[in-house]
């Protein structure tokens, strides 16, 4: 497979593009702006369309294209409510143009397709330098961004309250929201931008409560569905950006079934205590059964739990007994001790 | 300076952290209230009431440098107020959190602290450690690994307290905490900050539409309704006399048996807006 240069070329680019693709999408996940990337990239295929036409590289007029697609959105809805509509507007105006575009032009349609579903077994060594650059800059700007990118997106009103420029920060953001999807567009297209943009920081912030680890884990994701997905492309007839998309979205539903399974309602730790628990509990329910020796008919059972063998209920749930709980947790303490499974279980809606 | 403020004034020579004279509010075309005179001190706990839209978050916004008065002068620490003082925990009213997301509280309270610095901190364990303590000083410690999307009203609260506090401010500014609150919750975020007040010697606004379980607590309360402002101690302020003749219309405070108090006049005249 290595002694292609194409796949060497796709390995590369496609390196560099999950990297920045896995970290500006916990962002764009983060500020709820999944609609904006979208458009990016339809704005961007109108400016692509417009280059192939006139002669200069898709990857540049997808770059002019959603830069001014981004600026004018980012600067028509600033704080407006109706933020979805201006996009709407935009992008329907874009795709318009980008038709077009494509209809005037008299070359291969095969140049169309790729731009809307991503060829990155086509990257050329151009590409992949032009890549290596944008990449870099949006890094560099991620990195500088990162705290009041990150505390206005928390909270825009203590952020700007605090003297933040939450306008700059917004509109800079969108910028390199437009830069890394002209580059990602190469892997997965226009119309499948949200399996590397979106979806792995949707799986990742699932997975780790704090920022700096989900995009880690996001960008994990994002490497691992695009090296797996060239991969399995190399050896079958099928295109790459069918199984990045396919992987990215069976790992998304993987984590939230899984996560739900041990996110029982009423449970507000983290996972992994959450298994400590079970297994701790294991021997606590020995130790009560046989140490106390209380009869069996005058403890409490709870009733959705399920006493065998299943595991604790969805009700029951862990309050740690040397800890002080102030206030509003106090309700959770009051809760009884539930026979099958000895957890407690919580004294009402919270 | 009334009377009320002259006997504040004696009883305690704590610095005055925010002074306000002749102070006329609002945004241009249209006056919000005017020639407010009042001043809150290192330590003071005053609530400012009144009926909605009557300008309680306008006083705010001029506190944070987000808006100019329109007349007379506001001194915040000596100056004119400007955005972004470290000095001033801000709550506001609203906070959008994401039912979706699962970032840990601690990390609003950590952002807070250095979400103004430029550029990435790989090892910010300064900062967690002032998060945490933040968040124990509001009894919050325990929630400081959970996700936001996942608290009570009340336990956010908790966090958006420890979130002002984090940057050792001398003010602390409150938009409405207790309006999502039940009795219990409220009196029990009102308790802490009490705490807060009393242990740290920082002054906090807080702004409620009932000042009823506020009394115990209060230094002294700011009025603000029909384009007027009364401030001073709540048994001077909140009486019938005064208020009637601020207001210039029969204004009645009403006691009940437990001294809860109901003010009766005023948000029938107030200017629809």
Known sequence: ???????????????????????????????????????????????????????????????????????????????????????????????????????????????????????????????????????????????????PLLFSSLDEEVAEAKGLPTLFIGVAFLLLVAVAVSIAIQVTGVLLIFSLMVTPAATAQHLAPRPSRAILISVLIALAVTWIGLFVSFYTPYPASFFITCMAFVLYVLVRVFHHKIRAPGEQKGWRERISTLSRNQSSRAVSANALGRPAALRFKYKDCRPSGGGPGPFCIRVPSGLSLAGADRTRKVGNICEACSLRTPSGPR | MNVAENRIFTQKAEPVLVEAQNLTAGYPGRTVWREANFTIRKGEFVAIIGPNAAGKTTLFRLLLGMMRPLGGSIKLFGSEPKRGSPRIGYVPQQHIIDDESHIESMEIVRLALSGRKWGFSLFANDDRKAAISALEGVGAADLARQPLAELSGGELQRIFLAEALVSNPDLLLLDEPLSNLDMRRERELLRLVNDVVRTRDVAALLIAHNINPLMPYLDKVIYIANGKVASGKPDEVLTSERLSALYEIPVEVMRDSRGNLAIIGIEGHHRDE
Do not use: C, K
């Open chain 1, 1 to 147: 497979m290595w002694q292609y240069q194409f796949m060497q070329h796709a390995f590369e680019a496609g390196t560099m593009i999950a990297i920045v693709a896995g970290i500006i999408g916990y962002f764009v996940v983060l500020r709820r702006s999944a609609f904006v990337a979208h458009a990016y990239s339809e704005i961007g295929f109108a400016g692509a369309a417009g280059g192939i036409l006139v002669g200069i590289p898709p990857i540049y007029g997808m770059l002019l294209g959603s830069i001014f697609g981004g600026s004018s959105i980012a600067i028509l809805s600033r704080r407006s409510t109706h933020r979805d509509v201006y996009i709407g507007i935009i992008l329907a105006f874009a795709l318009g143009l980008g038709l077009l575009f494509l209809s005037l032009y008299t070359g291969y349609a095969t140049e169309a397709i790729s731009i809307l579903f991503g060829e990155i077994l086509g990257i050329a060594w151009g590409d992949v330098i032009n890549t290596a650059l944008f990449s870099i800059v949006i890094l560099v700007g991620i990195t500088l961004l990162y705290r």
